[in-house]
């Protein structure tokens, strides 16, 4: 090594760190110290320098000259050698401290500029376990929602994995809009975990598989009902399905024939439905909490919001209804929502009971808690909502949403079977609460009402199936609870 050896060395790697691309030269500077390349650029000179220079002076320790002369030409080289080996392993490492963090955020601003979000993407994948909390100016750009959507749009779900980090997310100064903007991104995008799961668990596209890493990370967010009450995770799923609703570009196609929309085989469009998904999601949600006895506020009411802004949007054409190619059940897309989410109400209501009944013998089950208490209030809303929707759904339609809360009441107070789905229900003590809790909450729904709505109720109380025998046992304890009649 010479002088000019080592100039050209130092040319060399100036001219390789000029030529990478900015989002490349943001990352060194900010992985590697530039203390370690002045340090070895300085080491490697004195070596050449001391070897060359005419001292006069012996060699140390009384070493030969020539083995003098080899040592520091080998140690010019090899200090540049181990300092480079050593810069490399600490950007491969890409290890966030206190000292670097605070310029990732030029490193990400200039990953915006260039659309270049790779060494993004490995620098947050290194450190999703370790970081625990970021300046407040590298929060904002961390969660820039350009950032965010092009990361997921890869399939890269480091920004969920980050915020499932319990101690990372607590010290968030604003959390909420964290988890907003995530959440906003995995709703539309098709790599979406949320879209695997519900998927997985509804049928709508053959094809696509629910990982066992997007399983563990469901359970660590939107299944885990800490994680879910911390972030509000709900509120961007029922926001943005508001928004889209409210922008009317679907009332056209969503009020039209609906084959193409619940369809069971191949990929159906409800699969990628905004709405739908995000729908079953806070299904999915609110089903861990009740199968794991939360406590607290699981934002039942968003399925009201959403059943609401549904009704508000549906079109009751008799053509479109009445067609040869359309469900008789759900004939449209809105339709089908409705439907569902009263069924999906009717469902999570069935494992609040179970849940209830922790022992193995159903013997005795516990009173209502909160989440039972919000999915009768909910529910409730939905069927006196619909049951004022003439120029939104058809009557047959209108009564079968009735309906299955009138026969939820009744299956709770005199066929428990039903609700337990298998015969030892019967044994249950203490499913009168719970039957008083739902039709208390109908019969307050339905208090001094309009005379359309209650013309509903009555109708499709009079539509229920006499021949079931908890229909034939309490249709008269029915009619006097929520009409008044004398038995």
Excluded at 12 to 27: K, N, Q
Excluded at 215 to 244: C, G, H, N
Excluded at 466 to 483: I, P, S, T
Aim: aromatic share 10%; proline share 4%; net charge neutral.
């Amino acid at each position: 090594m010479t002088l000019a050896a080592l100039l050209t060395v130092f040319s060399i790697t100036w001219a390789i760190l000029s030529a990478a691309r900015p989002v490349g030269r943001r990352s060194v500077a900010m992985l590697v110290p530039k203390w370690r390349i002045i340090v070895a650029i300085i080491l490697s000179f004195l070596c050449i320098v001391v070897r060359d220079a005419p001292f006069g002076i012996k060699p140390p320790f009384g070493l030969r000259l020539d083995l003098a002369e080899f040592g520091l030409t080998l140690g010019s080289l090899l200090v540049l050698v181990v300092v480079a080996l050593w810069c490399w392993i600490t950007w491969n490492k890409a290890k966030l401290t206190r000292k670097n963090i605070a310029r990732l955020e030029q490193v990400i601003k200039t990953a915006l500029r260039e659309k270049e979000f790779d060494e993004i993407e490995r620098i947050l994948n290194k450190n999703k376990h370790t970081l625990n909390q970021v300046p407040a100016n590298v929060e904002t750009a961390l969660f820039n929602p350009n950032l965010v959507g092009a990361l997921v749009e890869s399939d890269s779900m480091v920004h969920l994995e980050l915020l499932s980090n319990m101690q990372f997310l607590t010290s968030l100064s604003d959390r909420l809009s964290a988890a907003d903007v995530v959440g906003r991104s995995l709703l539309h995008s098709p790599l979406s975990p949320l879209r695997s799961a519900v998927v997985s668990r509804y049928g709508g596209a053959e094809n696509l598989t629910y990982t066992d890493a997007q399983r563990a990370l469901m359970e660590r967010t939107f299944l885990k009902p800490e994680w879910y009450q911390a972030t509000r995770a709900d509120y961007p799923l029922v926001i943005s399905t508001i928004e889209t609703l409210d922008s009317g570009n679907v009332d056209i196609e969503y009020n039209n024939v609906g084959r193409a929309y619940e369809a069971s085989q191949g990929i159906s469009k409800r699969s990628q439905c905004p709405i739908y998904l995000a729908t079953k999601t806070l299904v999915l949600s609110i089903e861990a909490a009740v199968s794991q006895k939360a406590q607290g506020d699981f934002y039942v009411s968003d399925m009201w919001n959403v059943f609401q802004a549904v009704q508000e949007h549906s079109i009751f054409n008799e053509e479109v209804w009445e067609s040869d190619r359309a469900n008789s059940e759900y004939p449209t897309p809105y339709a089908y929502l409705l439907y569902e989410i009263a069924n999906d109400l009717e469902e999570l209501s069935s494992t609040a009971v179970q849940s209830a009944t922790p022992n193995a013998e159903l013997r005795k089950v516990e009173a209502p808690n909160r989440i039972a208490r919000d999915l009768a209030m909910i529910w409730s809303f939905c069927v006196w909502s619909i049951a004022d929707s003439e120029k939104q759904v058809s009557q047959s339609f209108r009564e079968s949403i009735i309906r299955e809360y009138l026969k939820f009441i009744l299956k709770l107070g005199w066929e428990p079977s039903e609700v337990y789905h298998g015969p030892n229900g019967n044994g249950v003590q203490g499913l009168n609460v719970w039957r008083d809790l739902f039709a208390n909450e109908l019969r307050q729904r339905f208090a001094g009402d309009s005379a359309n709505r209650m013309d509903a109720l009555l109708s499709a109380m009079e539509s229920l199936d006499k021949g079931k025998m908890y229909v034939f046992h309490g249709y008269k304890w029915l009619e006097q609870r929520l009409l008044g009649k004398k038995p």
